[in-house]
């Protein structure tokens, strides 16, 4: 078993893989409620049999509604015993990709441009035609970051996971992105500022 650290303040997941291996990726977002594929399964077995490893524990779990969140926060929550059912938070759902919906990644880098794509990956900017209401997720995170009830346990969509470092004003080594079955964790320092322990690290 790892050696195992206080739980972090913020453990922030993204949902395992949707697609499966050889399948063109597509930009899904709100609209289409993709289930997890097997390797997306495991990826969400690995992340819970990791947390119970560092022997972390959360008082609360959100989710987004979608159901590739949901099904993720099951898989990890098996590992964990006691921890609190999940509730969904529909200001975690994912973004609305607006005309990109469900479209390969080289049409969309072709509507976009490569410079609109970078903007969103590294600073939160959304492309033009996509519905992201930026200002309501950061004020959900900071919301969520004022509260101070111990861990807790977010499973999202990458789409609303980057709004975390924007939120908390952390650095995010050059990408706000967290792969699928990742995850970053933020740690409360003791003059209550936040600090990325990692992001992007999958077990």
Do not use: Y
Not at 28 to 49: E, H, K, V, Y
Not at 181 to 188: D, T, W
Request: with cysteine.
């Amino acid at each position: 078993m790892s050696a195992s650290i206080p739980s972090p303040a913020f453990v922030i997941v993204r949902h395992g893989n949707t697609f499966a291996a050889g399948e063109p990726p597509r930009r899904i977002g709100s609209r289409t409620d993709l289930p997890l594929t097997d390797a997306g399964c495991a990826q969400a077995d690995a992340l819970g049999a990791h947390f119970a490893a560092m022997r972390w524990r959360f008082t609360r779990v959100l989710t987004s509604p979608l159901l590739r969140t949901q099904e993720t926060a099951a898989a990890i929550l098996r590992h964990l015993s006691g921890s609190p059912a999940a509730e969904p938070a529909d200001w975690l759902r994912e973004i609305d990709h607006g005309p990109d919906e469900d479209q390969p990644e080289p049409a969309v880098l072709a509507r976009i441009g490569a410079d609109a794509l970078a903007a969103w990956d590294k600073a939160g900017v959304p492309p033009p035609g996509w519905t992201v209401d930026p200002d309501l997720r950061l004020a959900a995170w900071r919301e969520l970051f004022g509260q101070d009830g111990g861990p807790v346990l977010l499973v999202t969509s990458n789409g609303a996971a980057r709004f975390a470092l924007l939120a908390a004003g952390l650095p995010g080594g050059g990408s706000l992105k967290l792969p699928t079955g990742s995850f970053g964790a933020l740690r409360r320092q003791p003059d209550g500022a936040l600090q990325v322990d990692c992001w992007g690290t999958r077990p």
